[in-house]
């Protein structure tokens, strides 16, 4: 049983969400945690919402580079070996920005998750 009407509707937007749809929501979502961390970089809890946000955002790359080497993808090849290259850099900008942490690192992350947001949603 849903716990408010809002929590019903999410279940069944994803229920009737396409993959590329689900895939685009998850990337925008990942930006936008990330939007949240550089606006209020300032925050007492900025280290653990930064850590969360970086965390999701990496484990939804990895998702889709995992998704992309496998041959059977229906994606064109050069297309999926150039999202591969976007996740190598997102990774490498993840790993730095952990280490040392920047509002500015943050910016390039969120252009690329959006930028792929809407490729996905206009691709069919």
Not at 66 to 92: C, M, Q, T
Not at 106 to 112: M, V
Request: proline share 4%.
């Amino acid at each position: 049983m849903h716990t408010s009407p809002l929590k019903a509707y999410e279940t069944i937007d994803k229920i009737t969400m396409s993959g590329r749809e689900l895939e685009a929501t998850a990337i925008t979502k990942a930006a936008l945690n990330l939007r949240k961390c550089q606006e209020n970089w300032d925050a007492t809890n900025r280290d653990s919402m930064l850590e969360e946000a970086l965390k999701s955002n990496q484990l939804i790359w990895s998702i889709f580079q995992s998704e992309l080497v496998k041959e059977s993808h229906p994606l064109p090849k050069k297309l999926r070996l150039d999202i591969i290259r976007l996740g190598a850099f997102v990774d490498k900008r993840t790993f730095e920005t952990m280490a040392y942490p920047s509002p500015e690192k943050l910016t390039i992350i969120i252009e690329i998750n959006n930028s792929l947001a809407t490729a996905l949603r206009n691709c069919r």
